[in-house]
């Protein structure tokens, strides 16, 4: 089973900030088999990123990923907020698919 | 409008069963693998089983392994997990979700329902 590690548990930072999300795997997730999922209070979760980079449909551009291996980053660049939410990693290499711990982005 | 929606859920003791329904609507049901994920109170995700269009090819956790069962009936856009054998640990909000495949391996869970949630417990 490919465990995935997320840091920070949680990011607090101003509107207009930028936030860096790590997600670290147990092993390879092969050809960056890897996702990011944002869940706001109360709410299911939504797909942000998929292929590690690849933006979900109708997902502002102030979202990206980047990473392959081992190592992933979801970056989220002038913070709304409306961007108060848990983030998810998420892989898909193989089975079990195991999600990432989130990450908590509180808006200051 | 593309849409799920969970019925199901409810407080049933250890040792019980419940079975989780997830009606699909606003989208062809048969064309997609489907999931399910649960939340526990206060924690995060976690992936419980996949079942591809046809239901010939099944994934689960190996803590629900021999006490899920994920199936499907395209003719009436619904997934279903039967959950036996109940125990305090799989109280959760459960989510079933619809996989996209984006090709060259890829895939996301797009589609999300509102969960029900299953409450183990005595």
């Known amino acids: 089973e490919i465990v995935l590690t997320q840091s920070p548990g949680t990011l607090s930072l101003s509107p207009g900030e930028g936030a860096t999300l790590s997600c670290r795997a147990s092993?390879?997730?092969?050809?960056?088999?890897l996702g990011w999922y944002q869940q706001k209070p109360g709410q299911a979760p939504r797909l942000l990123i998929y292929?590690?980079?690849r933006r979900a449909t109708g997902i502002p551009d102030r979202f990206s990923g980047s990473g392959s291996g081992t190592d992933f980053t979801l970056t989220i660049s002038r913070l709304e907020p409306e961007d108060l939410a848990v983030y998810y990693c998420?892989?898909?290499?193989?089975?079990?698919?195991?999600f990432g711990q989130g990450t908590k982005v509180e808006i200051k | 409008e593309v849409q799920l929606v969970e019925s199901g859920g409810g407080l049933v003791q250890p040792g019980g069963s419940l079975r989780l329904s997830c009606a699909a609507s606003?989208?062809?049901?048969?064309?997609?693998?489907m999931s399910w994920v649960r939340q526990a109170p206060g924690k995060g995700l976690e992936w419980v089983a996949n079942?591809?269009?046809?239901?010939?090819?099944?994934y689960y956790l190996d803590s629900v392994k021999g006490r899920f069962t994920i199936s499907r009936d395209n003719a009436k856009n619904s997934l279903f997990l039967q959950m036996n054998s109940l125990r305090a640990e799989d109280t959760a909000m459960y989510y079933c979700?619809?996989?996209?495949?984006?090709?060259?391996?890829?895939?996301?869970?797009?589609?999300w329902g509102q969960g029900t949630t299953v409450t183990v417990s005595s």
């Open positions: 079942i591809n269009q046809d239901g010939s090819e099944i």
């Open positions: 979700a619809r996989i996209w495949n984006y090709g060259a391996g890829h895939y996301g869970m797009d589609v």
């Open positions: 998420q892989h898909y290499a193989n089975s079990p698919w195991t």
């Open positions: 292929g590690a980079s």
């Open positions: 092993q390879s997730v092969g050809s960056s088999y």
């Open positions: 606003g989208f062809t049901f048969s064309n997609y693998w």
